[in-house]
């Protein structure tokens, strides 16, 4: 038998009020209110866009030797350990603007509400510092026409098309950050884990901000192996990157970002990673 708030109870719950507030159940015995300890109902399917590009069409755009590479790394992890099917991956290698754009259409039709959905971007970025705009550079791009560049403002517009519930941006790439405003261009759940999943979210993190980032990337390294070694079976993104932030400012020259993605309806919940059963 237990006392609490001057009731008499003879079971593990007890009733309380607070301030003559609503009645909150308390089990006296662990001291958790409801929701503590309950898994987020999660109806929906993650989807996921992962993109790596090495090779450019134009000699005078650089290219690169890692992307893919760490594309493919990324897709391992996230299809091994998390609850991203393979059919609901799709991993684009030297992707052109038309294929980022067939891609982006297919997950606008494809992903519901109730979705997770997941962008990752490796190759280069560039940063038009007079105009403010950020772009990401797809294989056909050429150093002398922007019409094949992929902008900022373009995946804004998608991000608001694709209705899902979470959806991430990881970009790792040079100007990343321009994505919230080297890769050189050319030559079981807690309360809080329930709540951030109740609240639609768009949020990014990037491996710096706008500045260049190099070839061989210490945030894609302590990203994977972060996913990797990671054992809690709810993992938010904002958590991921807390645990990668500074072992890639010790070991780089580059600040990695984490943010929301302005004007895309986020609501201040966040994507949560589910580990496999």
Known sequence: MACVSGQIVTSNKATIRINNKPKINVNVETGQMPGMNIAPNIKGKYYALIIGINDYVDPLVSSLDKPIRDAEVFYNAITSRYTFNVENVRLLKNATSTQMYEALDFFAEKVKPEDSFLIFYAGHGVWDEEAGIGYWLPADARRSSKRDWFRNSTLRDYLREIRSKHTLLVSDACFGGSIFKT???????????????????????????????????????????????????????????????????????????????????????????????
């Open 183 to 277: 890769r050189a261009a050319f030559t079981d759940a807690t309360f809080a884990i329930n709540s951030l999943y109740e609240l639609p979210s768009r949020k990014a993190m990037t491996s710096g901000t706008l500045t260049e980032v190099p070839d061989q990337s210490a945030f894609l390294k302590y990203l994977v192996e972060r996913l990797n070694n990671n054992t809690e079976k709810y993992l938010s993104s904002e958590q991921l990157f807390s645990s990668l932030r500074m072992a890639v400012i010790n070991n780089s020259k580059v600040v990695p970002q984490y943010g929301v993605i302005q004007d895309v309806d986020d609501q201040g919940g966040d994507f949560i990673f589910i580990l496999k059963e």
